[in-house]
């Protein structure tokens, strides 16, 4: 029995957005009297944590604590058109249209803040859910007070309207000249595998990573994507597979029996640093990470086998039955026979 | 970088006690009273010619409400891209000519519950004269191989090509100047989102005539949009719920439940659920699809890589879904995050009688940059450079053109593999830890390492 | 149609439910009882978002008969939190980011519970071997095994 340790790595690229554009989202957001803002999407959280980094990102434009903001999405009859969650795009584009609402919403609260405080609207500013006087942090009133006069007094709203719209691009048929992104998020992955010569199976030992991602919003959240997807990266490259002698149908999987997916007991050693160049058209300079997270991991993968055995074994899942016909006919080739 | 406040911060999720508590409410978990079960009845085969189907056992099953099939579809084509002029409509809602793929849906089972309606998908005799299925893609392609698809060819036709094509500087020329060609075949097969939550949706017709449809759809609006020009009503006749979705993947855009659940609710009047089974996911969703890739690089002895040929065939499956788009997307990143002067790339969707599939996570990138990634490697071994170095070589840069035509911003590819090496523990040499994605002349640098595919 | 009268104890109150022999403990929690923390993942015995106690054993509900845990005790996630108050299990999971979509959590949290019911003190290669019967697609598991290390020593305080 022999297990052979190796190294390898593999950098990427991942656009952000839909390719060519066209997917717009657009966001609505008003203050209660209560001074309480509320957020209305069609968007959908998937589990990544949309809800939470778009209250991040509206509190932080309206100036208020993030309890000051609730995110109510889900229903096509009282919100307005998003074109989903996919393709890396949520936090980019839904970020974007909440900081233009936002935005708005500020302005008129502002507007109404500087009418009760006498003051000009552009020598104040929104901390914390106080409007208060640049330089004269005392002369201030809350966000509350604010709402209640904008509503009962003086008969005004406080909301904003915000859409993000990349225009739909064309693609040059004779030459594929396109604008296929809003911006590109960088990684590179470095695994390191055992592979045990005898059996064909390969561990995933450990896994660094290096991840550009414009602005995290939330790093505990842009940890989960990173991790998530690792795992799932893993079972992309050694286990998965609908179709085990694709592309006939045999044996075509039905549940987890034969579809193998990696569990708790697979989950390697993983180990991250997150930079952040931001982006000159993301929220704060986001850009996306969802998908990124699940693609360096595979080459990387098969790079450390080679690293390790000197087999290229390029037909995803690399399953134990193919590293020992590649070490089979590496041998064969290697003796001549 | 400009300083936040709660940007930045690691502040804890929304939805994060009613995960803990298990009070977070999933498609699966709404109820109404009265609630009827869907079921649905699949084709056996991968492709043929329906002759008959006979629903008259299943119908008298006690239990059973009613039967939705084809004649009950209003505008039975569903072509989710065609909002975006994807076309022409090639699959339809409910088969009733011919069936393309295995699991294909035929016609829905509604009864009183769940059991009732398996029991009665069973009682269903389809009468399907088997057709030989295609199934692989470069027989597809083959002149030989049946034509699958209407209109006449086994690919999506693009502006009148049945491939997309990349064509930046003259690569051919360069590959004749190369040091060194280093070929490379990928191979993807399917693989499957596995979401622990399987679709799901719940559809009550309301007094006025509208439609309220829960759904674990990724996009609302998308699939509410769809559904719409399928029941050939208003969008404003139907209301879609959502916006919790235990899982996505990009396996959940493919608008598979809602038409169907909306048509059999219209029908029975009452509310009605479809929540398709493990098996069903494994076996009739979307999945990514397989592909296969061939990579022609032209390298300098230096490093540079001055050209890249790409041929690449993406599996759709039987229908277009989002398939048509995928593949121009992949067209539109055979490059990687490198600066080639010579690229050129033929990439087809190519039709076959499988299962479709559809948007993954990673969606027309995450195999090119598997055959991009391991063809590196493959590179840096061949030509005795050092891995890391090969790479930085090549990343590209501000300011440099991408194959696409589109001139590179943001770019951080550089910056990313330092971080990796020092994190790894590999300790790069010093004009390697210089580079940035904003130098200009350094593409050819002096390598400190020689020959031998050296271990990393 | 047939029905049976099964009597056991959930969350700790005596249940009787009249229902058709074969019906799951999972149907039975979910569509009977209207407890939908317990998920209905795949069916199959596969996946593990079906967990839940049955005498303190983590069992999948979703292929065993209701019919078979007469006079039983089962606890499920509901059960789990008293008073209000959240279980430290729920607390490590929540402050851990260890939920995303959140479909897997209630299985795995009963998965976790039955181990530190049984191993106060367990490794993290203990944790991993517990909870291999539990798939989460989202986390990649290792802010899961966190969570339930971060648990235990919440606990033995």
Same mark, same amino acid.
Not at chain 1, 80 to 88: D, I, L, N, V
Not at chain 2, 102 to 113: K, L, R
Not at chain 2, 408 to 423: C, G, N, P
């Given at each position: 029995m022999t297990r052979v340790r190796g190294r390898g790595i593999a950098s990427v690229n991942y656009p952000?957005?839909?390719?060519?554009?066209?997917?717009?989202?657009?966001?609505?957001?008003?203050?209660?009297?209560?001074?309480?803002?509320?957020?209305?999407?069609?968007?959908?959280?998937?589990?990544? %944590?949309? @809800?939470?980094?778009?209250?991040?990102?509206?509190?932080?434009?309206?100036?208020?604590?993030?309890?000051?903001?609730?995110?109510?999405?889900?229903?096509?009859?009282?919100?307005?058109?998003?074109?989903?969650?996919?393709?890396?795009?949520?936090?980019?584009?839904?970020?974007?249209?909440?900081?233009?609402?936002?935005?708005?919403? @500020?302005?008129?609260?502002?507007?109404?803040?500087?009418?009760?405080?006498?003051?000009?609207?552009?020598?104040?500013?929104?901390?914390n859910g106080e409007v208060h006087v640049k330089g004269s942090p005392d002369r201030k009133l809350s966000v509350l007070d604010v709402a209640l006069?904008?509503?009962? @007094?003086?008969?005004?709203?406080?909301?904003?309207?915000?859409?993000?719209? @990349?225009?739909? %691009?064309?693609?040059?048929?004779?030459?594929?000249?396109?604008?296929?992104?809003?911006?590109?998020?960088?990684?590179?992955?470095?695994?390191?595998?055992?592979?045990d010569t005898e059996t064909g199976e390969v561990t995933v030992l450990r896994l660094f990573g290096a991840y550009e991602v414009g602005r995290q919003v939330n790093p505990a959240m842009v940890e989960g994507q990173i991790v998530g997807g690792a795992v799932m990266g893993m079972g992309h490259?050694?286990?998965?597979?609908?179709?085990?002698?694709?592309?006939?149908q045999d044996h075509h999987t039905s549940s987890f029996g034969e579809y193998i997916v990696p569990t708790a007991m697979d989950a390697p050693q993983i180990e991250t640093v997150v930079l952040e160049y931001p982006s000159s058209n993301g929220p704060y300079g986001v850009k996306g990470v969802g998908e990124m997270t699940a693609n360096s991991p595979v080459p990387a993968i098969v790079n450390a086998i080679y690293d390790a055995v000197g087999v290229w074994v390029t037909d995803l899942p690399v399953t134990p039955e193919k590293v020992l016909r590649a070490l089979e006919d590496k041998d064969r080739a290697l003796s001549g026979s | 970088m400009k300083q936040l406040g709660i940007v930045g911060q690691s502040v804890k999720r929304r939805d994060g006690l009613g995960h803990v508590t298990g009070q977070t409410q999933y498609v699966d978990d709404v109820f109404y009273p009265g609630m009827l079960w869907l079921r649905m009845v699949r084709s056996p085969v991968a492709r043929g010619a329906i002759r008959r189907i006979d629903t008259a056992r299943a119908e008298a099953?006690?239990?059973?409400? /009613?039967?939705?099939?084809?004649?009950?579809?209003?505008?039975?084509?569903?072509?989710?891209?065609?909002?975006?002029?994807?076309?022409?409509?090639?699959?339809?809602?409910?088969?009733?000519?011919?069936?393309?793929?295995?699991?294909?849906?035929?016609?829905?089972?509604?009864?009183?519950?769940?059991?009732?309606?398996?029991?009665?998908?069973?009682?269903?005799?389809?009468?399907?004269?088997?057709?030989e299925p295609v199934l692989d893609v470069e027989y597809a392609l083959n002149a030989e191989a049946p034509v699958i698809k209407k209109w006449g060819s086994n690919t999506f036709i693009y502006d009148g090509m049945n491939h997309r094509r990349l064509r930046f500087g003259d690569v051919d020329a360069a590959l004749k100047q190369a040091d060194f060609v280093v070929d490379g075949t990928y191979r993807l097969s399917p693989i499957e989102h596995v979401p622990l939550e399987t679709h799901c949706c719940v559809v009550k017709p309301e007094p006025d005539g509208r439609l309220t449809v829960h759904t674990n759809t990724q996009a609302l609006y998308f699939s509410m949009d769809n559904t719409a020009i399928i029941l050939q009503c208003p969008s404003n006749q139907l209301r879609f719920l959502g916006g919790t979705v235990g899982g996505g993947f990009g396996g959940k855009v493919d608008?598979?439940?809602?038409?169907?659940?909306?048509?059999?609710?219209?029908?029975?009047?009452?509310?009605?659920?479809?929540?398709?089974?493990?098996?069903?996911?494994?076996?009739?969703?979307?999945?990514?699809?397989?592909?296969?890739?061939?990579?022609?690089?032209?390298?300098?002895?230096?490093?540079?890589?001055?050209?890249?040929?790409?041929?690449?065939?993406?599996?759709?499956?039987?229908?277009?879904?989002?398939?048509?788009?995928?593949?121009?997307?992949?067209?539109?990143?055979?490059?990687?995050?490198?600066?080639?002067?010579?690229?050129?790339?033929?990439?087809?969707?190519?039709?076959?009688?499988?299962?479709?599939?559809?948007?993954?996570?990673?969606?027309?990138?995450?195999?090119?940059s598997f055959a991009i990634e391991v063809q590196m490697e493959k590179i840096a071994r061949t030509i005795g450079m050092d891995s890391w170095e090969?790479?930085?070589?090549?990343?590209?840069?501000?300011?440099?053109?991408?194959?696409?035509?589109?001139?590179?911003?943001?770019?951080?590819?550089?910056?990313?593999?330092?971080? /990796? /090496?020092?994190?790894?523990?590999?300790?790069?040499?010093?004009?390697?830890? /210089?580079?940035?994605?904003?130098?200009?002349?350094?593409?050819?640098?002096?390598?400190a390492y020689g020959g031998g595919g050296s271990r990393l | 149609m047939d029905t049976t009268t099964v009597t056991f104890t959930l969350n700790g109150t005596t249940t009787a439910l009249a229902v058709s022999p074969l019906t799951t403990l999972r149907t039975a929690l979910r569509e009977n009882l209207h407890l939908s923390a317990t998920k209905a993942g795949c069916s199959q015995g596969g996946c593990g978002s079906c967990t839940v106690l049955v005498d303190g054993e983590p069992t999948l509900s979703c292929l065993l008969p209701l019919a078979l845990i007469e006079g039983q005790e089962v606890t499920t996630l509901e059960g789990l939190s008293t008073r209000g108050g959240l279980h430290p299990l729920q607390e490590a999971f929540y402050d851990r980011f260890a939920a995303q979509c959140g479909y897997c959590t209630p299985g795995m949290i009963m998965a976790a519970k039955a181990l530190l019911d049984r191993n106060a003190q367990p490794t993290r290669e203990e944790i991993r071997e517990a909870l291999v019967g539990n798939l989460c697609r989202c986390t990649g598991y290792l802010p899961i095994l966190e969570a339930v290390e971060d648990a235990a020593r919440r606990l033995s305080q």
């Open positions: 952000t957005g839909m390719n060519l554009g066209g997917d717009p989202t657009q966001a609505l957001i008003f203050c209660q009297p209560t001074g309480s803002f509320t957020v209305k999407l069609s968007s959908t959280d998937l589990g990544q %944590g949309l @809800k939470t980094v778009i209250g991040q990102i509206a509190a932080e434009t309206l100036g208020v604590p993030l309890e000051g903001v609730i995110i109510d999405t889900g229903d096509t009859d009282s919100a307005p058109h998003c074109m989903g969650t996919f393709a890396s795009r949520a936090t980019h584009r839904v970020g974007n249209a909440v900081i233009m609402a936002a935005e708005e919403a @500020k302005r008129a609260l502002l507007e109404v803040a500087a009418d009760e405080m006498e003051a000009a609207p552009q020598d104040l500013v929104v901390e006069a904008a509503h009962f @007094k003086y008969g005004r709203t406080i909301s904003g309207r915000g859409i993000f719209l @990349k225009p739909k %691009g064309g693609v040059d048929p004779e030459t594929g000249a396109c604008d296929p992104d809003s911006t590109e998020a960088h990684a590179t992955a470095v695994a390191e595998v055992e592979v490259a050694l286990m998965e597979t609908v179709f085990p002698y694709y592309p006939a | 099953l006690p239990g059973v409400v /009613a039967i939705v099939s084809a004649g009950d579809v209003p505008n039975n084509w569903y072509t989710i891209l065609g909002l975006i002029g994807v076309g022409p409509p090639d699959e339809p809602v409910l088969a009733h000519e011919e069936v393309m793929y295995q699991g294909e849906p035929i016609c829905a089972v509604v009864a009183e519950t769940e059991d009732i309606a398996n029991e009665a998908t069973s009682l269903v005799k389809l009468d399907i004269e088997e057709l608008v598979i439940t809602e038409p169907v659940t909306c048509i059999a609710a219209l029908k029975t009047r009452r509310p009605v659920k479809w929540r398709w089974t493990r098996r069903e996911e494994f076996q009739n969703s979307s999945t990514r699809a397989g592909v296969k890739m061939e990579y022609r690089d032209g390298v300098m002895r230096d490093g540079r890589i001055i050209a890249r040929k790409v041929r690449s065939l993406q599996d759709a499956g039987a229908y277009h879904r989002h398939s048509p788009y995928g593949a121009q997307k992949h067209m539109a990143n055979v490059g990687g995050p490198y600066s080639i002067p010579n690229v050129w790339a033929d990439v087809y969707c190519v039709y076959t009688n499988r299962q479709p599939s559809s948007a993954m996570r990673g969606f027309g990138v995450m195999e090119a090969l790479r930085m070589i090549n990343a590209y840069r501000n300011g440099q053109m991408r194959p696409v035509r589109k001139v590179v911003e943001d770019a951080a590819l550089v910056e990313t593999l330092q971080a /990796a /090496a020092e994190l790894a523990g590999h300790e790069l040499p010093a004009h390697l830890r /210089a580079m940035h994605s904003n130098d200009t002349g350094e593409q050819t640098g002096n390598h | -």
